[in-house]
């Protein structure tokens, strides 16, 4: 219930579970159908194609207004390809044609994640790779999504602060949140919203392929995308060629544990740092051992939680902590963040080590939700009992505080869910299209890298494994050996071997201590007479990091 001012007040929440429509199980061989990968109750007649309307269609090519160096255009797709012949919603494609017409090979779709991440601005991303000049490079908004048929969700106000180690008390919020907004969505998302799916999404890949006059796609698909992939081939194993998954999901994780492994993976990279850390405590001052350093942050943890820095509390603290430590180039950053505020120093020195921090924050922040995920991740079921999440809340509030994961194991809109998914989520396996590359980065929160391995023995395909690395999506963002070995395949069809490396980014030129040197005693500034804010920016930029927030 809505109290006077808009928001629940405690006393209006339970933690009682709703009950959330669960999808009826499916006939044996219902899915996929021998029919363009749709479930039906019964088989189209012979010889009738129910979606030749749509695959016959001749889209109107323009400049893109976003880029006049892409071309645009909108296509009609069916709302629910069980029955084609009722609602139809569009799609908004773009593309870039191949640069050397004699060399051409085809189509490269191209997927950026989220679920709900706009694609239409993707062929950009790979106009100076090698595959530009083979492929015409095609993106698209997917159904849902921005210049597509837009699905439109209530915004309702955040009834908590994001906290990083919530107490009991706020767990009541966290309920009526997700039921909240699962509400909002169930009021303005319309008919639409059960049919905005990863199968649906993959069958509109298909009418695209068909409309493109191509029989077959190549495919790039990074994060959520990499799952989008491996449905696709699933469903239409006979329309996928070369196919390159980059920061995959884990096959198994869909979906609430793929985000509660979000949580444990910033533990994991917080870890690694530490030990670098304690190995540089001569210029650091951390502390000599991995615990003596996260002893460190501990301490000034519970200082922020009662007395905040320039309003820089705990729980920015503990994002600021799992990206800083995420992410390899900047670990002496945070060690000098975190360095000013335990010691203090001039008010320059520490405005500039909290907005350092506060950068790093708003990156942990900005991986919470995007787009229409809370529908899409509503294909599969969540526990409705809500105590499951408070068990998860107390684990993960001790053991998870870094980069916000706690906030991975909250009740979800699907707890809630209000609508009847009208299929299963699609067995991925691989029958019938050539072996694929997986690339993933051993230190990758946002896809945790035992997905990769996973979904590269799921679907028989080659592995990359970048190492040392936090980044998230590797082909065309900067590093060279993923770009050669990926080129090398979609252009050439050079596999490399089953499993191989890459080097990620290099962490940060601090020497490690010399023998004897006393500990807790820092001898020299970790970026001298540098702005720690602005090297934290420049690394932000530079990486295109908030790009690949999908």
């Known amino acids: 219930m ?20 669960t999808a009826p199980p499916l006939a044996d061989g219902a899915l996929p159908s021998d029919l363009d990968g749709v479930p039906r109750d019964t088989p189209p007649e012979a010889g009738h194609d129910p979606l030749a309307e749509f695959h016959r269609q001749q889209p109107t090519w323009a400049p893109c207004s976003f880029n006049e160096a892409l071309e645009c255009a909108s296509i009609m797709v069916p709302m629910d390809y069980r029955h084609p012949e009722a609602e139809r919603i569009t799609l908004a494609i773009s593309r870039r044609k191949a640069a050397d017409p004699a060399r051409r090979r085809g189509i490269l779709l ?3 994640g989220g679920p709900g991440g706009s694609g239409l601005q993707m062929p950009k991303l790979l106009l100076d790779q090698p595959t530009a000049q083979v492929y015409d490079l095609v993106g698209f908004d997917p159904r849902g999504v921005g210049r597509s048929t837009a699905l439109a969700c209530e915004q309702t106000p955040l009834l908590y602060k994001p906290e990083s180690r919530p107490t009991d008390d706020v767990f009541p919020w966290w309920v009526a949140s997700a039921r909240e907004s699962e509400e909002a969505c169930a009021r303005a998302g319309g008919a639409l919203r059960p049919f905005v799916n990863t199968p649906n999404t993959a069958r509109d890949m298909d009418v695209i392929r068909a409309v493109l006059g191509e029989e077959k796609i190549n495919y790039v698909g990074y994060s959520y995308g990499t799952y989008l992939g491996a449905v696709y081939g699933s469903l239409f194993p006979e329309r996928l060629d070369r196919s390159v998954l980059d920061s995959s999901v884990h096959p198994d994780w869909i979906w609430r544990e793929q985000f509660k492994r979000q949580g444990t993976a910033y ?37 922020l939680s009662v007395q905040p820095v320039n309003g820089y509390d705990r729980s920015s603290l503990d994002g600021a902590v799992g990206v800083g430590a995420r992410y390899r180039p900047l670990w002496a950053d945070l060690a000098k963040v975190l360095r000013t505020l335990r010691d203090g120093g001039s008010a320059e020195a520490t405005r500039d080590a909290v907005r350092a921090g506060q950068l790093m924050t708003d990156v942990a922040l900005a991986e919470l939700r995007a787009g229409v995920f809370d529908t899409v991740t509503c294909e599969a079921d969540w526990p409705q009992d809500t105590t499951a999440y408070l068990e998860d809340m107390r684990i993960f509030r001790e053991r998870y505080p870094y980069g916000y994961g706690v906030m991975r194991a909250v009740p979800w809109p699907c707890t809630f869910r209000s609508f009847l998914p009208p299929e299963r989520p699609v067995p991925l396996r691989r029958a019938g299209y050539p072996v694929g590359l997986v690339v993933q980065a051993a230190g990758d929160t946002q896809t945790q890298y035992a997905g990769g391995p996973a979904m590269a023995a799921r679907l028989a395909h080659h592995l990359i494994t970048v190492l040392d690395e936090g980044e998230h999506g590797m082909y065309g963002f900067g590093n060279t050996c993923v770009d050669q070995r990926v080129n090398a395949y ?3 069809g050079m596999l490399p071997p089953t499993r191989s490396e890459c080097p990620g980014r290099s962490r940060p030129d601090v020497p490690e201590d010399p023998v004897g040197q006393p500990p807790n005693k820092p001898t020299t500034e970790v970026v001298p007479e540098t702005s720690v804010a602005q090297s934290v920016e420049h690394y932000l930029q530079d990486g295109r990091i908030l790009e690949r927030a999908f």
């Open 2 to 21: 809505s109290g006077p001012s808009g928001l629940l007040t405690v006393s209006d929440v339970d933690t009682d579970p709703a009950t959330p429509a």
């Open 110 to 112: 191209l997927n950026p």
């Open 267 to 303: 533990r994991d990279n917080v870890d690694v740092w530490a030990e670098w850390a304690a190995k540089r405590n001569a210029t650091l001052g951390l502390g000599d051992s991995r615990e003596a350093v996260l002893d460190t942050v501990e301490q000034l943890a519970r200082k």
């Open 490 to 492: 979609l252009v050439d």
